[in-house]
Structure formats: structure tokens, C-alpha cells
């Protein structure tokens, strides 16, 4: 079982090596970036995904100064639209988080240890700790006589398998659903099917034809996704996100796609199991209203 998981990018630019430059991916990274920063840091998040968004709601908690810099004003907009994403950061604004559009040119540094980050306009923002929010890569470096895709990962077959006998889960696999050929960055995802690649390994021969579930917290707050929509015709929103009360369905010709939802666990609990079998947008809405009510 190749189960290696994802590779912090570091984008290409200089000051990447300065003392003070962090990427999260495991716990000692994250110990590290803790001890590293106070009430008086001034740190400088590079992108707005999912684990720059959660580190900033984090490190706010602990009255860090956070600013986000992100080509895109709006953060988790590819994943949520507009709506959703601009909620998102109206909330880390409240909270004082700061957001710079613009693109890094460089990271600048006194001493060995960074001082700021560089825009392409020219602005220069101050910064004693920067993370490298920037994606991740499949740790697939040291494969030689498999083929990868574009992205770097493995195409696996529907039970996981990617050779005779070799099995791939996690950050690495790309495989086969109704709707084409899928992989997902999330530690969810990597437990659910390292448990059907075992299965595999010894000969049970189930499919992975889980729905996709992740979820991100922010400011303490849970906000759940079912399903995958790289894009949709349909978007339907019920609830309030004022409240932190509210589903979002994503439809794809009329056929549900995927689900966003806050504070309606049950709900998604629900749909872990309907969503096994294909359901219409008209069924997902008469869902979402009995369950607001």
C-alpha cells in the first residue's frame, strides 16, 4: 500500500530559505510555527486554502496578527461559489483578518530571518513569520516504474489498485467515479479508503464508492461538504449564514452534485447515506427544507 500522502509546495521565488518561512504539514511543522509566534508576530499567510484559512482562525484565537495574501479576493470560491466564499471572508474579517490581494515576488529577509513579503506592485508587507499556504504536491518522487498523471498521482482502479498488488490511498490516488476520474486532499478521504485498500489486500474485492466528505473549522465553528462539483449550473441556498444555519446544493443537470452545509449535522449524516444512490436537486431541496423546517 503506497499511502505517502501530499508534499507542501514552495512556490518559486527567493527568501524561500529564510529562518521564519513555514509549511504545515505535520505536527512538528506546526509545533515549530507555534513556538515561533506571539501576541507580537506579525505573520504573513501565502494563499487563502483550506489550511491557511483554518491556521489563520487558529492563530487569531491566540491574538497573532494574521494577514492573507491571495491573487483571488475571495477565498474557497473554486469549492463554494461566490456566495459561500465571500461569507467566509467577511467572517475572518470580523475576526481580524486581514486580506491583500496581489502575487508574491520575493520573500525579504534581515539577518537570515525574513522581514517581509514582496507584491508584484511593488508593496512591501511586514512580516517576522510567513506560512507557504501554496497546495500541496502527491509524494510520488521516488515512483519509477509506474506511470503518474499530470498531477503527479496514481490512477488507481475502483478497489485501489494501481499494479498487481499494489494499492494507492490518500493525497495520492486519483480513481474512477460516475462522474470521471477523482482525487482529494483530505485526511478523511485518506482514512476511508486506506481502510478499503486493506480490505483489498486481502482479498475482499469491495469498491471505494464512497461519497467524498470533508469539513473545515473555522472560529470554532464546523462547516461540512458531501460530494465533489468541479462545477454546477444549479446552486440553491437555504438556512442563514448569518446564523451559521444553512445548506448549499450544488447541481449539475439536474442532478445533485454536492452539498455544503453549517450546524445541521444530522442532516449530512443523513445524506452520507442517500447520496449513495444518485439524487435529483428536487429531492436535496425537499431534504434541506425538512430539515430547516
Given at each position: 500500500?503506497i499511502a505517502t500522502?501530499?508534499i507542501p509546495q514552495?512556490?518559486?521565488?527567493?527568501?524561500?530559505?529564510?529562518f521564519g518561512?513555514h509549511v504545515l504539514?505535520?505536527?512538528?511543522?506546526?509545533?515549530t510555527?507555534l513556538q515561533?509566534?506571539?501576541?507580537t508576530?506579525?505573520?504573513v499567510i501565502?494563499?487563502n486554502?483550506?489550511?491557511?484559512?483554518?491556521?489563520?482562525?487558529?492563530?487569531r484565537?491566540?491574538k497573532?496578527?494574521v494577514?492573507i495574501?491571495?491573487?483571488?479576493?475571495l477565498p474557497f470560491?473554486k469549492?463554494?461559489g461566490?456566495?459561500?466564499?465571500r461569507?467566509f471572508r467577511e467572517l475572518?474579517?470580523?475576526n481580524?483578518v486581514?486580506f491583500i490581494?496581489?502575487?508574491?515576488?520575493?520573500l525579504?529577509?534581515?539577518n537570515?530571518?525574513v522581514?517581509g513579503?514582496?507584491?508584484k506592485n511593488?508593496?512591501v508587507?511586514?512580516a517576522n513569520?510567513?506560512?507557504?499556504?501554496?497546495?500541496?504536491a502527491p509524494?510520488?518522487g521516488f515512483?519509477?516504474?509506474?506511470p503518474?498523471?499530470?498531477?503527479?498521482?496514481?490512477?488507481?482502479s475502483?478497489?485501489?489498485?494501481?499494479?498487481?498488488n499494489?494499492w494507492?490511498a490518500g493525497d495520492i490516488?486519483?480513481?474512477?467515479?460516475a462522474?470521471g476520474?477523482?482525487?482529494?486532499e483530505?485526511w478523511?478521504v485518506?482514512?476511508?479508503?486506506?481502510r478499503?485498500?486493506?480490505k483489498n489486500?486481502l482479498?475482499r474485492?469491495e469498491k471505494?464508492?464512497?461519497?467524498?466528505?470533508?469539513?473545515?473549522?473555522?472560529?470554532?465553528?464546523r462547516?461540512?461538504?458531501l460530494g465533489?462539483?468541479k462545477e454546477?449550473?444549479?446552486f440553491?441556498?437555504?438556512?442563514?449564514?448569518?446564523?451559521?444555519?444553512f445548506?448549499a446544493?450544488?447541481?449539475?443537470r439536474?442532478?445533485l452534485?454536492?452539498?455544503?452545509?453549517c450546524?445541521?449535522?444530522?442532516?449530512?449524516?443523513?445524506?452520507?447515506?442517500?447520496?449513495q444512490?444518485?439524487?435529483t436537486?428536487?429531492?436535496?431541496?425537499?431534504?434541506?427544507?425538512?430539515?430547516?423546517?
Amino acid at each position: 500500500l503506497i499511502a505517502t500522502g501530499g508534499i507542501p509546495q514552495r512556490p518559486d521565488f527567493s527568501g524561500k530559505a529564510l529562518f521564519g518561512v513555514h509549511v504545515l504539514r505535520s505536527l512538528e511543522q506546526a509545533a515549530t510555527l507555534l513556538q515561533e509566534v506571539d501576541e507580537t508576530s506579525q505573520l504573513v499567510i501565502v494563499g487563502n486554502s483550506f489550511i491557511g484559512m483554518e491556521l489563520a482562525s487558529a492563530l487569531r484565537a491566540k491574538k497573532v496578527s494574521v494577514q492573507i495574501i491571495a491573487p483571488d479576493a475571495l477565498p474557497f470560491k473554486k469549492q463554494f461559489g461566490e456566495q459561500i466564499a465571500r461569507y467566509f471572508r467577511e467572517l475572518h474579517e470580523e475576526n481580524g483578518v486581514e486580506f491583500i490581494e496581489g502575487e508574491v515576488a520575493s520573500l525579504q529577509g534581515e539577518n537570515g530571518h525574513v522581514s517581509g513579503v514582496e507584491l508584484k506592485n511593488g508593496r512591501v508587507v511586514p512580516a517576522n513569520a510567513v506560512l507557504l499556504a501554496t497546495g500541496v504536491a502527491p509524494g510520488t518522487g521516488f515512483i519509477h516504474d509506474i506511470p503518474l498523471n499530470d498531477d503527479g498521482s496514481l490512477t488507481a482502479s475502483e478497489q485501489l489498485e494501481i499494479a498487481a498488488n499494489i494499492w494507492s490511498a490518500g493525497d495520492i490516488a486519483t480513481w474512477p467515479t460516475a462522474s470521471g476520474p477523482l482525487r482529494i486532499e483530505h485526511w478523511r478521504v485518506a482514512q476511508q479508503q486506506g481502510r478499503v485498500a486493506a480490505k483489498n489486500m486481502l482479498g475482499r474485492g469491495e469498491k471505494f464508492d464512497r461519497v467524498p466528505f470533508f469539513w473545515t473549522a473555522q472560529f470554532g465553528t464546523r462547516y461540512e461538504y458531501l460530494g465533489h462539483a468541479k462545477e454546477w449550473d444549479d446552486f440553491r441556498l437555504f438556512g442563514s449564514l448569518k446564523e451559521k444555519t444553512f445548506v448549499a446544493l450544488y447541481g449539475q443537470r439536474g442532478q445533485l452534485a454536492a452539498v455544503a452545509s453549517c450546524g445541521l449535522y444530522t442532516f449530512t449524516a443523513e445524506l452520507v447515506r442517500r447520496m449513495q444512490q444518485p439524487m435529483t436537486m428536487a429531492e436535496g431541496e425537499a431534504l434541506a427544507r425538512k430539515t430547516l423546517g
